[in-house]
């Protein structure tokens, strides 16, 4: 069983950054793709990023290009999403999520694993 924790989270002011990690449990993972959603208080989970594990081409939702930067350290089988310029919009808790086998970057079905998420809230 493969599990995500998600850390990094906290409370930051309108044009801060943050950056989030996704921590993976086994040494030897190594999914299709790894993702980054996020959900806000009434609204339905949102596409923010992905990263194909092996060619490394990263995907982003419209709302977040040029902000977010999905990356990962292979040696820390860690997945990390960096997010600047941060809006309070950007407000809203993230997971991390592993795709094991071949479809959508962008939709959250395709995921087969997920962390429990970490909360981001940007204040104006």
């Known amino acids: 069983q493969v599990q995500l924790v998600e850390s990094g989270g906290g409370l930051v002011q309108a044009g801060g950054s943050l950056r989030l990690s996704c921590a993976t449990s086994?040494?030897?993972?190594?999914?299709?793709?790894m993702g980054w959603f996020r959900q806000a208080p009434g609204k339905e989970r949102e596409f923010v990023a992905a990263?194909?594990?092996?060619?490394?081409?990263?995907y982003y939702g419209d709302s977040v290009k040029g902000r977010f930067s999905i990356s990962k350290d292979n040696a820390k089988n860690t997945v990390y999403l960096g997010m600047n310029s941060l809006k309070p919009e950007d407000t809203a808790r993230y997971y991390c999520?592993?795709?094991?086998?071949?479809?959508?970057?962008?939709?959250?079905?395709?995921?087969?694993?997920w962390g429990q998420g970490t909360q981001v809230t940007v204040s104006s």
């Open positions: 999520a592993a795709r094991m086998y071949i479809g959508s970057y962008y939709s959250e079905d395709a995921y087969n694993y």
């Open positions: 086994i040494r030897t993972f190594s999914p299709y793709a």
């Open positions: 990263r194909d594990w092996n060619s490394g081409i990263t």
